[in-house]
């Protein structure tokens, strides 16, 4: 079984300040990596996700994850933030698999981090 | 290109009620997934349907049942339902095989469901 771990469970920052979200894994078998945006009242966006490869990935809104297999871990990163990045951003993960019944591997995602950035 | 569209948007419901929601998948996907957020909490997995069975289940009571249509769509039904149950509920669509995007779910704006 899959699970994870946001270390923050909020992160303030001023705006144009980089900022690096945590995420951590705990998983027996290979995984896939994802990181989502809820914005207030609405459903979730991805913004990027790891399969295989390079393990920097770049996503939408100037977003970027680093996979750390030795680490289990999975930050996403953004060297300038905008207010309008205020949300609520998952990390979740998933089996790399899929068995022979179909459909797809479902997401374990973490609690959530907040992020709020002021002027 | 649609994406996935839910309703309704908000719901209102009294203890002991049943309760169903309705989902449709991003175009040209096949395979639709449950999830319930809590307040505050990350998504949890309710169920998965592709090829209009149940193919997998997360931890939630058989009150929870679904379904899914010829055209891929998908209802979400609980019966009985308690004050627990309210939640944002988030349907989302994926493409099976893998290869063509299976590993990845795109999520609808949600249902709000509110037990009293």
């Known amino acids: 079984a899959q699970s994870v771990t946001q270390l923050d469970s909020q992160v303030p920052v001023f705006e144009e300040a980089p900022v690096e979200l945590r995420c951590n894994y705990s998983?027996?078998?290979?995984?896939?990596l994802f990181w989502y945006v809820q914005y207030p009242n609405q459903g979730l966006q991805l913004l990027l996700k790891?399969?295989?490869?390079?393990?920097l990935v770049k996503g939408i809104n100037g977003f970027e994850a680093e996979f750390n297999k030795s680490q289990t871990s999975f930050h996403l990163r953004k060297p300038s933030v905008h207010i309008s990045d205020t949300a609520e951003y998952f990390c979740a993960v998933s089996a790399s698999f899929l068995g022979t019944q179909g459909g797809s591997e479902k997401l374990v995602f973490g609690k959530g981090t907040k992020l709020t950035v002021n002027p | 290109d649609a994406g996935v569209t839910q309703s309704p948007t908000h719901l209102i419901k009294t203890r002991g009620q049943q309760v169903t929601l309705r989902c449709s998948p991003k175009?040209?996907?096949?395979?639709v997934s449950w999830y319930q957020q809590a307040l505050g909490q990350g998504p949890q997995f309710i169920f998965q349907y592709y090829e209009e069975e149940e193919r997998q289940r997360g931890n939630f009571p058989d009150r929870f049942s679904g379904h899914q249509f010829p055209n891929y769509s998908s209802e979400l039904n609980v019966n009985a339902l308690l004050l627990g149950d309210s939640a944002l509920y988030l349907c989302?669509?994926?493409?099976?095989?893998?290869?063509?995007?299976?590993?990845?779910?795109?999520f609808g704006p949600g249902t709000r469901l509110l037990v009293l």
């Open positions: 790891y399969l295989s490869g390079s393990t």
């Open positions: 998983s027996s078998v290979s995984v896939y």
């Open positions: 989302a669509s994926s493409l099976y095989p893998a290869g063509q995007g299976a590993e990845t779910q795109y």
């Open positions: 175009s040209g996907h096949d395979t």
